[in-house]
């Protein structure tokens, strides 16, 4: 398979705020938000984004969890010191890989494992290949 190089986020329209195009990217669902206590939704997504620039770190696999409200992608969340990456949004907390086998390889570590099940944020699905 063809190496996959995630671009984005680039607003759509930046007179519309919350829209934005991201390229090579691959979606998640959030397998612990159905089960959410005071909001069960299926709404939440982790968004997996393809690069090398994340490849030493052992957490670039794991979302933050949603503790916070994100309305940025600026590196100023309290989960990116635990998990040394950006978070993302709200909505869509961001995963880095360099490939779908690598995330799959990752999210499988048990401290990871451990970490998404902290964080509410175990995803799905959990077995992937490139």
Not at 51 to 75: F, I, K, Y
Request: hydrophobic letters at 25%.
């Amino acid at each position: 398979m063809k190496e996959m190089k995630s671009e984005g986020p680039t607003p759509a329209d930046r007179e519309l705020g919350g829209m934005h195009v991201f390229k090579n990217v691959c979606l998640t669902n959030n397998i612990d938000a159905m089960s959410y206590e005071n909001n069960p939704t299926t709404s939440l997504r982790g968004l997996i984004y393809f690069t090398r620039d994340q490849e030493h770190n052992s957490q670039r696999c794991v979302p933050c969890s949603n503790s916070e409200n994100m309305d940025r992608w600026d590196g100023t969340y309290e989960d990116e010191t635990v998990v040394k990456h950006k978070c993302g949004m709200n909505g869509l907390h961001t995963m880095y890989a360099t490939s779908a086998g690598d995330w799959s390889s990752c999210i499988l570590e048990d401290e990871n494992t451990q970490l998404m099940k902290k964080f509410g944020q175990t995803q799905t699905p959990t077995s992937v290949t490139s």
